[in-house]
């Protein structure tokens, strides 16, 4: 260092402080990281569920849908695994009956009327 007990002092807090700043990163780092974990396993659990409660038929139906609205496709996914989940299906979601609950899910749309005087 430069010899000045002041400099020497004021570095040396400056590198503890970085180090402490590094390990809060890190520890951030972690728990950002488990989260991640957690969202894939749930994710990884809905994809089980809906393959088992949905036809082929259906599941491309959901696909097509998720193209255009994924917030809409996302919604309905949750919608059909809290009822399997629950238990409240029997059998497996077929298109018709997939067509059915996007009709009861679908939000409503917004009409305008534009008058011109």
């Given amino acids: 260092m430069s010899g000045n007990p002041d400099e020497d002092r004021l570095e040396e807090l400056r590198q503890e402080r970085l180090e402490e700043l590094q390990d809060k990163a890190g520890g951030e780092d972690a728990q950002r990281q488990a989260a991640k974990e957690q969202q894939e396993r749930a994710k990884a659990q809905q994809d089980a569920l809906l393959k088992q409660h949905l036809t082929d038929d259906a599941r491309q139906r959901l696909n097509a849908v998720e193209m ?4 809409f496709a996302e919604q309905v996914k949750r919608q059909v695994t809290a009822l ?7 059998g497996k979601i077929d298109e018709d009956r997939m067509k059915q609950i996007l ?10 009327d534009i008058r011109r005087r």
């Fill in 84 to 90: 399997a989940q629950s238990g409240r299906l029997q």
């Fill in 103 to 112: 009709r009861e899910l679908k939000p409503e749309e917004k009409s305008f």
């Fill in 68 to 71: 255009s609205k994924p917030e």
